[in-house]
Structure formats: C-alpha cells, structure tokens
T-cell receptor, first 117, second 113 residues
Framework: GAVVSQHPSRVICKSGTSVKIECRSLDFQATTMFWYRQFPKQSLMLMATSNEGSKATYEQGVEKDKFLINHASLTLSTLTVTSAHPEDSSFYIC?????????????FGQGTRLTVV | GENVEQHPSTLSVQEGDSAVIKCTYSDSASNYFPWYKQELGKGPQLIIDIRSNVGEKKDQRIAVTLNKTAKHFSLHITETQPEDSAVYFCAAMANQAGTALIFGKGTTLSVSS
C-alpha cells in the first residue's frame, strides 16, 4: 500500500518553543492531508484539513494561530505547534489520500509523540 | 457533521473465540467505512473497509457488515489470536473531495490465551 512518512516520531520540547512535524506521501501525490490529535486512550480527533496551495481548514475549537499548517507541495504538509504548552502534549497523526481519489483509503503516518516540558 | 458511535469500549475474549465490534453513524451521506487497528505508540493501520454499495465483505478471519438503512456497521473477527489484541477504530466518510474520516472512540480488544 501507499506510504505516508511522518517525522519526527518523538519530540520533547520546552514550554514556549515551537515544534514542526512533517508529513510526506512517499509514493503518491496528495492534494489533501489531514491532521489528527490523539490523547492517551482516546480516539483520533480531526484538527484540520490541509489543502495544497491554499489555507487549511480548521475544526471548531482548534486555534489556527497555534497550530500552523503548511501544505506547500503535493507530497508534503507540515504542522507547527507554536508556543507549546504542556497541555499540547499529545500524539499527532497525519493522513493523506491520493490525488484524484475521493472515496478511497486514507493512509496514515506513524504518528508523532509530542511532550512539552 | 458526522458522528460515529462505537461499542463496546473494551472487549475481552479467549483465544479462538469471536469478537464483534459495532458502530453507528449519523450522516446518511457517508458511504465509506474503514476499520483500523492501532497498536501502542503507532499510527492506525487499515484492516478492512466497506463501501455502501455492498452489505458484507470478508478477508480471512475478518469481516465487516453494513446496514445503510439502520446506519450501522460491524467488525467481526473469528478465531481470535493474542496478536489481535489492540485498539480498533471504526470510521466513516462521505464521498466528497476533501472530506476527512471521522472516528469512533475505539475498542480495546484483549485476547487471552
């Protein structure tokens, strides 16, 4: 199946700093990528939809100025957690769907464990 | 928007028994229903999916059934093995460009030998 690579897999940062997470589709092009956040023992909650070449669409309650999303190419989307606080500590997961495919499998990255100290 | 409910939240079975996880969805426009298995510290892995034009799909020990009228779908795992122990998520999605998967809350399946 298609591969989505997410980097880094783990990151620890200090409060107040910013962290960038990359999501790459390795063997297909994706006009749309999705960012999810997962707290321990909870489900994946959609944060935002990342569209190549345009602004991301954020879910209600997600601060767009805190979670900056850039989808600069058909194979790369980045999520930057700005001015991180301990409550931002979570598991962040991206997914992507192949270009031109609407009702098909979404491929997931391996996730990024963010710990803010 | 779409809302997906999943039950049970935890499920314990003996090795060799069957396990059934059920989900309901709210948006009648949804027509793609995947199931994911997630192991600790990893991203979700697709195990089976079904589209609204079929009522059942099977892949070896795993099967999924869909009842569009009632808006519910179920995952069936037969002859469970300890390595089936994981968290399972159902999801639903409408057939529209840019639409994201909406997940259920997950079921922690424990298979004891």
């Amino acid at each position: 199946g298609a591969v989505v690579s997410q980097h880094p897999s783990r990151v620890i940062c200090k409060s107040g700093t910013s962290v960038k997470i990359e999501c790459r589709s390795l063997d297909f092009q994706a006009t749309t990528m999705f960012w999810y956040r997962q707290f321990p023992k909870q489900s994946l909650m959609l944060m935002a939809t990342s569209n190549e070449g345009s602004k991301a669409t954020y879910e209600q309650g997600v601060e767009k100025d805190k979670f900056l999303i850039n989808h600069a190419s058909l194979t790369l989307s980045t999520l930057t957690v700005t001015s991180a606080h301990p409550e931002d500590s979570s598991f962040y997961i991206c997914s992507a769907r192949a270009l031109g495919q609407v009702n098909t499998e979404a491929f997931f990255g391996q996730g990024t464990r963010l710990t803010v100290v | 928007g779409e809302n997906v409910e999943q039950h049970p939240s935890t499920l314990s079975v003996q090795e060799g028994d069957s396990a059934v996880i059920k989900c309901t969805y709210s948006d009648s426009a949804s027509n793609y229903f995947p199931w994911y298995k997630q192991e600790l510290g990893k991203g979700p892995q697709l195990i089976i999916d079904i589209r609204s034009n079929v009522g059942e799909k099977k892949d070896q020990r795993i099967a999924v059934t869909l009842n569009k009228t009632a808006k519910h779908f179920s995952l069936h795992i037969t002859e469970t093995q300890p390595e089936d122990s994981a968290v399972y998520f159902c999801a639903a999605m409408a057939n529209q460009a840019g639409t994201a998967l909406i997940f259920g809350k997950g079921t922690t399946l424990s298979v004891s030998s």
